[in-house]
């Protein structure tokens, strides 16, 4: 079975290089033979990929442990749920979900750009079949998911970490989010290639774009979440390269999404968004790079295998393909309008990316240091929290305001009289929220204060568009104040969906400043009887109790919760021991209040004579956090959601006369 | 962004080197911001194999990289956590004291990180900074307990 | 054995999908037109007609909402307005030639 798995796997390889060669031909031949060949290679790739995931699958499940990557990373103990998770738990596993995606999503962008695109099939099949035989040679090489070995009685296990909802999920939806930066980027060198300058590339990867970044977004949500409830140190993001490998790419397709729209409307920075989604696709590249190759410390294991240098060579071929793309075709990549003025939404937007790009130029600065360092010197130096906590302040509060300027100002040049009169209620609000956070003794942290502040700026204008917006239909079109909101929510789909998400920030940074700058924080020694407050809540331990489950076994610390003197019941932050594993993992104990805020408790250590050792944490507003995510899915959803009317009316230019290439 | 003529008949506006200033201005000031932080805040720290550690290092904060080879104790203890790490690759080997919450992946024969200071020949470790890593799997994800400085 | 056999099924099954497009000879259906010169100008053209004219609707919604006073309303209507109508002229001039 083994073998017929890896023989599937070379044989995709080979196709993919096939693939290749074929949409080369074909854009070159302008031969539509080559084309259909191609494309019906690229199929071959998916269904010979899909061999291999069932063969794989299967291993796991029948607890086949002569496959050496099962043996690794299941055991007969493993819970069921999270066998099928075990696929993406391993090295060769999770590349070949990897590359199970691309594949899929490479025959999803086929059928896209039928239309109109026609011309950028055979480079856009290139492209693809490029990136996916690079992930093949991992497969085929030095990551093989079908190495043998002399099977085990037993495998090593899951990590006990892992075991874990969100886990479960978290790594398909980075997947999804990484994997699918590949078509815009795919889609951009196409229209290079091919020397399209029109938007349509752009247009057409919109939705993919948008899909990934939310895919992004919400993987890196999850593993927040995770690590806030798995991990428990009590925080939700600790800078680690792993999680800044996702974030990185996401900042960029953050400034991608927005300069895309400068670009649509003013025909303005197209080498610019061009430079963008290559970065985007290159950080991606690079992220997968970080989580395998070893190079740095960091949460994450490694293995410090050769596969790194893959990764390089894969890295300086995407940007050295783009770069010299750009330069072969800059002749044509010329603006046809500017900014004209610096008080205009393009100028925000352009302000917005500088902002994102300098943002993610700082992680990326954080996360090579070492790197860097030991280059240069002979001593490896790292950098931490406070680096990245400096430039997300120094840069998102600007950000964050100029997401509330933006709905505000109009395209090419606002009146000063206008903005006076659109900015007035909300900087009135920002500087009450400022007052009452200082007049609450907020103060302490003098960037929660202008966070907040901005916060709340923001929040009004985007209530206002909304106001604005639906008073507008009204008055045109005499409907009630809920059909005018619908309508005018679905007839604008990307503009509000996109205030939906900016929504979604808003709650997210509260979320973020509440629970980290506001915190209180308790610990000490307690035996039965003694208790330990924090904030307003007085904990108190009775003892210690002992339970067994199904591969564990935990010993927790009773609590008596109480506030103001009424009681908030028990809570139990314990330590658990795997039995198969031989780990100790910490549970935490939450309690979410009423307004949102966490009591977040960690068993640190148990005496042997009973006494134990707590930390305990009261976080403000922490739940917003998760809420945010909601926001964010539903403001993504609505903007990705098909808009017939708009669809009709970009094709309908397209169609004025017959295109070549459509099939 | 490309230079390009404008799409209005009447020339390049006035107004279009202002507004190209800006921009120069806002990436400069970006990028010295930048420059100046990394440049005077001490933001960054030596990382350190154990061998190293032990010469030069007294009384600087500094990242530990090693094995643990022995443990006793944990957080309820009065000297908290105390083991020994050795270096990944010699034989060198520190004592360490750790206060703190330990994270799920510890235990011996563990890579692991920790940031403290040597003194006295004991590494006094800084509350919550240790992050164990395990090179021999991809998939057992370390967990850390980072410092309650982090956001 | 049996791996092998399967194997080399699977294979012979690809190579046959893949290689069957190619087999017959080529015909004049299968040219993938250019684009000519012409039609990409035309499409620049419809491009930029198109972007002055979504650009008097926004204008028109940001009027109704506020976010720009009278005065300059009026000149960037009549701004687009220009812009869209030297488009669909060149259009119109481009539609009597050939490519």
Redesign the interface.
Known sequence: ?A??GQ??LI?ALL?AI?AAAGGLF?GLG????????AR??L??ILA?VV?ADAIFLYAIFTHDFSFKVVA??TSRSLPAGYMFTAWW???AG?LLLWVTILGAFSLLALRATRRAL??LQ?WLIMVLALIGAFFLVLLVVPASPFVTQLAPADG?G?????QNPYMAIHPPALYLGYVGLAIPFALAMAAMI??????RWLVASRRWTLASWGFLGIGMLLGSHWAYTE?????F????PVENAALMPWLVATAFLHSVMVQ?????????NICLISGAFALSIFGTFLT?S?IL????????TNIGWYFVFALAAVLGGAFGLILWR?PL??????????VSRE?TF??NN??LV?LA??VL?GVI??LL?EAVGS?????????Y???VV??GIPLLFLMGVGP????????L??LR??FLWPVAAGLIAGGVMIGFGLDSSWPGVAAGSVCAFVTVTILS?FV??V??RR??HGENWLVALLHLIGRNRRRYGGYIVHLGVILFVIG?IGS??YET?AEG?LKPGQSLTVGSNVLTFTGVEKTRGPNFVERGAVLNVTSDGSNLGTLKPAKRSYLRE?????EVAIRTTLTGGDLFI?L????GDG???I?AFYKPVVGLLWIAGFFFVGGVILCVWPDEREAR?ILR??A??P???ES | MSDATPATPDGPKPGIRHVRLVIALAVASLLGTFAVYTAFADSSIPVLGVAQASTGYDGQKVRLEGKVTETSGDAADPHGMRFILQDNEHAATMPVEYHGAVPDAYRVGRAIVIDGTFKNGVFTAIPDTLVTKCPSKYQDKATTSTSSGSS | MIAALVLGLIALAVVVGVAWPLVRPASAGDQLDPFTEGQRRRLALREERDLALGALKELEVDHATHHIGDEDYAELVADYRARAAEAIRKLDAEQGQPG
Do not use: C
């Not at chain 1, 091919?194 to 938007?199: H, I, N, S, Y």
């Not at chain 1, 990549?333 to 610096?342: G, H, V, W, Y």
């Not at chain 1, 001593?379 to 680096?387: A, H």
């Not at chain 1, 031989?582 to 910490?586: C, E, R």
């Open positions: 079975m073998l017929i023989g599937a044989l196709l096939y074909a302008r031969d539509r033979r080559f084309l259909t060949s019906n290679a199929w071959a010979l061999i690794d990373t738990g391993s090295q999770s026609g011309e055979p090593l899951l990590n006990p970490s892992l091919a020397g399209r300058t029109d938007a991990v428990g140190w009590g925080g993001w600790a800078w680690d649509e409307r003013k025909g303005m920075l197209k080498v610019w395998r070893g410390s960091s949460i994450h294991a490694f293995v410090s800059l990549l010329k603006a046809d309008q500017r900014i004209e003025s610096l100028a352009l302000f500088l902002l300098g130029f700082a600065w240091f070492p360092t001593v490896r130096e790292t950098v931490s929290t406070p680096f906590v400096f430039f120094a840069f505000l100002i109009a395209w090419r040049r606002a009146s009289k206008q009169r659109s568009e604005r917006g008073a507008a008055s045109i973020a980290s700058a924080r020694l031989q780990t100790t993992s910490n960690i640190d250590g148990i005496r006494a134990v050792q930390k009316r230019r397209y004025e006369e295109l070549p290439g």
